[in-house]
């Protein structure tokens, strides 16, 4: 019987048969190679499973999953985990990059501090045109009283320990949106460590393409987590105010929210266009 692998990468891809390559290569090209791939195609009716199909094609180190219908990232995460082999659980979304050293960096990580159970990076941004705008970076060691303000680690940029997850209860399939934020709220309800490297090694596909999708339900959602997580920690009264935020950012018009955070993770001196221009996206 073969060893399983030390880590086990986790991608939902629904409609994603433009940017699901670009995806695929960032995994093939890491450093650390002890690694498994699992994907589910949740419901596509474009050509993303025909596609993925075509790239894992002979290669072992993918196992493809498919939902018939759209059951939504929580549900098709969960279904990947289940099935994964890894200790630990690296998550990647299915139109952003990994570079090349995030999984050694990660796992080197987990393996010396083995009271931390989850460990995200900082995040370079890129448009349409594949092009890095800024830096999303996030406190490397956020206080409890740091998560009624909104996650506090990036979702996609993360690894964690399989055995944690699966003691925490995996995702909340019940929420479409904002089931990261749930489940940050549960590890840290547990007792259990969440950090972020310094370091950029995750790539996030961010354009005002994407502030389209996000619908007012979905703040709703948010605002259930946030009134969740001041309950259970519990936090001061003066923490209720923070459940104002998700309404406030639904009613500003999106063009002026994007081009708030665009001045706001704005930064000059990074630049990793060279590992767009190499990952072949045909």
Request: hydrophobic share 35%; glycine share 6%; with cysteine.
């Amino acid at each position: 019987m073969s060893k399983p692998p030390k880590v086990s990468v986790l991608i939902v891809v629904y409609n994603g048969e433009g940017t699901i390559r670009a995806v695929f290569d960032s995994i093939k090209r890491q450093t650390f190679t002890d690694w498994e791939c699992i994907i589910c195609d949740d419901g596509s009716n474009d050509g993303t499973w025909e596609v993925i199909n075509r790239i894992a094609h002979g290669d072992t180190r993918f196992r493809l999953l498919r939902n018939e219908i759209n059951r939504g990232p929580a549900y098709s995460r969960n279904r990947c985990a289940n099935v994964a082999q890894g200790e630990y659980i690296a998550i990647q979304d299915a139109d952003d990059i990994s570079f090349p050293d995030r999984l050694d960096e990660q796992v080197c990580y987990l393996n010396a501090f083995s009271d931390v159970s989850i460990v995200g990076a900082y995040a370079g941004l890129f448009n349409d045109a594949k092009q890095y705008w800024g830096i999303s970076k996030v406190s490397e060691y956020p206080e409890k009283k740091d998560w009624v303000k909104g996650p506090q680690v990036i979702h996609a940029s993360v690894m964690l320990r399989r055995k944690d997850f699966e003691s925490v209860g995996q995702y909340n399939e019940t929420l479409f949106k904002a089931e990261d934020y749930d489940l940050w709220v549960r590890f840290i309800a547990r007792g259990y460590r969440i950090t972020s490297i310094p370091k950029v090694l995750y790539g996030v596909h961010w354009d005002y393409s994407d502030y389209r999708r996000k619908k007012m339900k979905h703040r709703w959602s948010e605002i259930r987590v946030r009134h969740k997580a001041i309950k259970t920690f519990p936090l001061p009264l003066y923490c209720y105010f923070y459940l104002l935020k998700p309404l406030f950012l639904g009613l500003l018009p999106l063009r002026l929210l994007y081009f708030y955070h665009v001045w706001r993770f704005k930064n000059g001196n990074f630049s990793h266009n060279d590992i767009l221009k190499d990952i072949d996206e045909k």
